[in-house]
T-cell receptor, first 113, second 114 residues
Framework: DAGVIQSPRHEVTEMGQEVTLRCKPISGHNSLFWYRQTMMRGLELLIYFNNNVPIDDSGMPEDRFSAKMPNASFSTLKIQPSEPRDSAVYFC???????????FGQGTRLTVV | GENVEQHPSTLSVQEGDSAVIKCTYSDSASNYFPWYKQELGKGPQLIIDIRSNVGEKKDQRIAVTLNKTAKHFSLHITETQPEDSAVYFCAAGRGGGGADGLTFGKGTHLIIQP
């Protein structure tokens, strides 16, 4: 299995631009999570989906952030407009569901200048 | 919500010695406690986990203990090797697994001195 696949690996954008991060979960997994990692705040859960349905988005910092999961094999995290304080590494993880273990992708390093 | 505290933030040990990392959690409903290892430029990798119906679990040089009453759990690495150098994260969650999301500790930077 290729594991959780995220793209792009690195993204540099200017403040005010729209940014879209992409994730392909492990086939057969029905839970998907988006995390953000910074030095100050560590790993924070932003949102998670079960069977493509958003269950808890309480970790999404602002309305500028949105996430979708149109099907079982694809999810996006969008930031519009982006700000310098959004600079972080964003991880996607997937799990086979209740009782299952969560597996992380390699992350997308986002830099907003 | 859940709050996970992890100590120490940095741990330096001689190669061959043991390393212990400790975490506490606040939500008594948490029942799943995984440990992740993160190497530079990579995503966190699950190395061992324990559920609340078990007090201890071992996998070769790695062991985890859980004290539900005190709400703390620990990672023990014996006979440390240079490749053990990394950042280690503890986490806590409900629902018996990753399905409900995890709350992570701030991480421990483990340095193995040759």
């Amino acid at each position: 299995d290729a594991g959780v696949i995220q793209s792009p690996r690195h993204e540099v954008t200017e403040m005010g631009q729209e940014v879209t991060l992409r994730c392909k979960p492990i086939s057969g997994h029905n839970s998907l999570f988006w995390y953000r990692q910074t030095m100050m705040r560590g790993l924070e859960l932003l949102i998670y989906f079960n069977n493509n349905v958003p269950i808890d988005d309480s970790g999404m910092p602002e309305d500028r952030f949105s996430a979708k999961m149109p099907n079982a094999s694809f999810s996006t995290l969008k930031i519009q407009p982006s700000e310098p304080r959004d600079s972080a590494v964003y991880f996607c993880a997937s799990s086979p569901g209740t009782g299952g273990k969560a597996f992380f992708g390699q992350g997308t390093r986002l830099t907003v200048v | 919500g859940e709050n996970v505290e992890q100590h120490p933030s940095t741990l330096s040990v001689q190669e061959g010695d043991s390393a212990v990392i400790k975490c506490t959690y606040s939500d008594s409903a948490s029942n799943y406690f995984p440990w992740y290892k993160q190497e530079l430029g990579k995503g966190p990798q699950l190395i061992i986990d324990i559920r609340s119906n078990v007090g201890e679990k071992k996998d070769q040089r790695i062991a985890v203990t859980l004290n539900k009453t005190a709400k703390h759990f620990s990672l023990h690495i014996t006979e440390t090797q240079p490749e053990d150098s990394a950042v280690y994260f503890c986490a806590a969650g409900r629902g018996g697994g990753g399905a409900d999301g995890l709350t992570f500790g701030k991480g421990t930077h483990l340095i193995i001195q040759p």
